[in-house]
């Protein structure tokens, strides 16, 4: 049984553009002088997330969402990667 040129062909991926809020509340036993460095403070807060409850954290309210945009109301850089993406190789 032989198949036909489009059964070979991959299919690429498709890339979107998405609006994504996430809220997070959360409980967590840290030292205090590590909240004070404003600039590390969010990937410390999302590390101690990310790695999941423990003795040291305590989950109290997560909501996430994402939604499509369209690809006109990203920014150019984001576009061009957007491009880039379609483009590459990579993908398939």
């Known amino acids: ?7 070979r062909q991959p299919v690429r991926p498709q890339v979107g553009v998405y609006d994504c809020e996430i809220h997070l509340k959360f409980k967590l036993i840290e030292e ?32 996430a969402a994402a939604q499509e945009v369209p690809e006109t109301d990203a920014s150019p850089q984001l576009r061009r990667q957007l491009i880039r993406l379609r483009n590459s190789s990579d993908l398939m």
Do not use: C, I, N, Y
């Open 32 to 63: 205090k002088g590590a909240l004070r460095d404003r600039d590390q403070l969010l990937e410390l807060l999302l590390d101690a997330f990310s790695s999941g409850a423990d003795e040291f954290l305590e989950t109290v309210h997560v909501h």
């Open 1 to 7: 049984m032989k198949s036909s040129p489009l059964e």
